[in-house]
C-alpha cells in the first residue's frame, strides 16, 4: 500500500485547516450586517487565496442576465469582461462562450467542474451538455440558490493540473461557501422588510404627530425634529410663507430659530432663490472638488452660485438639499399648468 510522505500529510493537513479557517470566517461574516458587496469581495477574496487559485468571479442574477459583481484577477483568464484583457479578434467570442456556460450552470442548480478548452464550443448536445470552456484554467462553478430560486453563481479558475479527488474537495468547500451565500443573501432580504416595516411605522406615527395641532410653529418643530430622525440627516429647516418671502421657524435640535443668525439669514434667501424655479435643488461636496481647489459646484445656474455658497460660508454641510413644497406636485408632472400655479407653502432644508 503506497504511504503519502511526511510533507504530503502536512500539507494536506495545512490546506484543511485553512479551509475550516475560511469557512468559519465566511460564517461568521454572513451572521453580521455588512453590505452585500463587502461579504461577496471577502467572500471570493477568502476562496482564491484558500484554493491557491488563479482568479474568481461572483456573478449575480438581475434582469438582464447574469452580472459580474466582484472579481479576482479575472485579468488573467483571457475573457473580454476582464478590464485589462488585450483585445483579440476571438475576445468577443468567449465571453458569449463563458456567458452560455454559466447560464447553463444557473439552470441546473449543480456544482460543476469544467475542465479548459472543453466541450464543441455549442450550447447543447456535447456528452456534458454544457458550452465550451474558453479559457486555460479548471472552471469550479457553483450556483448560489435561495428557495431553489439561483440567485448567482461563485465561480472560481484553477490550476489545470489539479487532481480529480482535490477537485471535488474544492467544489465541496465551494458549496459550502454557495449555501453561506445563500443565507447571507436570505437574511439580507429579512432585514430589508423589517426595515422597511418599521420605516413605515416611524413614517405613520410621523404624520400623525404633525397633524396634532394647528399651531404652524409646533407644526414646523415637529417636522424639524422628528422629520430629521426619520429622514437620518443632522439638520432639517423648515420654512413657511411670513408676508412675502418664506421664513424658517423650525430648526431641528433647537428651541427657537436666532432671526441674526447669518447661516437663517442665508438659508432663507436660499430657499427663495429655489423656490423660483418650483424644483428641489441638491448640492454635494466632494473630495475631487476639494483636492484639486475647484469649486464645490461648477455647474450652479448664476441666480443659486452665490446663496449657496454663502449658505455654506456658514455651514459645515457636505450634502445639502433644498425642497420647495407644493401642494399636489406629485400628483401633476413639473410642466403642468396646475403646479406652475401652486403656491409653495413652505421649504425645507435637509443637511
Known amino acids: 500500500m503506497n504511504q503519502e510522505s511526511p510533507a504530503t500529510e502536512a500539507a494536506y493537513e495545512d490546506t484543511l485547516r485553512e479551509i475550516e479557517d475560511a469557512v468559519q470566517e465566511v460564517t461568521r461574516l454572513s451572521r453580521t450586517a455588512v453590505s452585500s458587496e463587502r461579504f461577496l469581495a471577502e467572500l471570493l477574496q477568502s476562496a482564491v487565496r484558500t484554493l491557491a487559485a488563479i482568479g474568481g468571479a461572483v456573478w449575480m ?3 438582464e442576465g447574469l452580472r459580474l459583481e466582484f472579481q479576482v484577477n479575472l485579468a488573467h483568464t483571457g475573457l473580454v469582461s476582464a478590464p485589462d484583457a488585450d ?32 466541450g464543441s464550443g455549442h450550447t447543447s448536445q456535447g456528452n456534458s451538455g454544457l458550452p465550451e470552456n474558453p479559457t486555460d484554467c479548471l472552471l469550479l462553478l457553483c450556483p448560489v440558490a435561495v428557495d431553489d ?35 447571507f443573501l436570505r437574511n439580507s432580504q429579512l432585514r430589508e422588510l423589517k426595515d422597511r416595516a418599521a420605516l413605515w411605522g416611524q413614517f405613520e ?12 410653529e409646533q407644526i414646523a418643530s415637529a417636522i424639524a425634529n422628528d422629520g430629521r430622525q426619520l429622514i437620518g440627516c443632522d439638520r432639517l429647516s423648515v ?43 441638491w448640492y454635494q461636496d466632494t473630495q475631487e472638488a476639494s483636492a484639486t481647489g475647484g469649486s ?17 460660508d456658514d455651514s459645515p454641510a ?32 435637509i443637511e
Do not use: W
Open 318 to 349: 457636505r450634502l445639502l438639499a433644498v425642497f420647495p413644497l407644493i401642494p399636489g406636485s406629485e400628483e401633476t408632472s413639473p410642466s403642468s399648468d396646475k403646479r406652475e400655479n401652486r403656491q409653495p407653502v413652505g421649504a425645507l432644508i
Open 239 to 281: 420654512a413657511v410663507p411670513k408676508g412675502s418671502r418664506c421664513r424658517i421657524v423650525a430648526v431641528s435640535g433647537i428651541d427657537s430659530v436666532d432671526r441674526r443668525s447669518n447661516v437663517v439669514r442665508a438659508g432663507e434667501d436660499l430657499i427663495r432663490c429655489v423656490i423660483r424655479t418650483r424644483e428641489p435643488f
Open 205 to 216: 406615527s410621523f404624520t400623525d404627530r404633525v397633524h396634532q395641532g394647528l399651531n404652524v
Open 149 to 183: 430560486h439561483v440567485l448567482g453563481v461563485i465561480e472560481i479558475f484553477q490550476r489545470a493540473d489539479v487532481s480529480p479527488a482535490a477537485c471535488q474537495g474544492f467544489l465541496r468547500f465551494l458549496g459550502a461557501l454557495a449555501e453561506l451565500t445563500a443565507d
Open 87 to 118: 483585445v483579440g479578434p476571438d475576445l468577443e467570442e468567449r465571453s458569449q462562450q463563458h456567458l452560455r456556460l454559466l447560464d447553463r450552470v444557473a439552470s441546473e442548480t449543480t456544482n460543476r467542474a469544467v475542465a479548459p478548452r472543453s
Open 296 to 312: 464645490a459646484m461648477p455647474d450652479l445656474p448664476p441666480q443659486l452660485a452665490e446663496p449657496v455658497n454663502r449658505y455654506l
Open 61 to 63: 442574477r438581475r434582469v
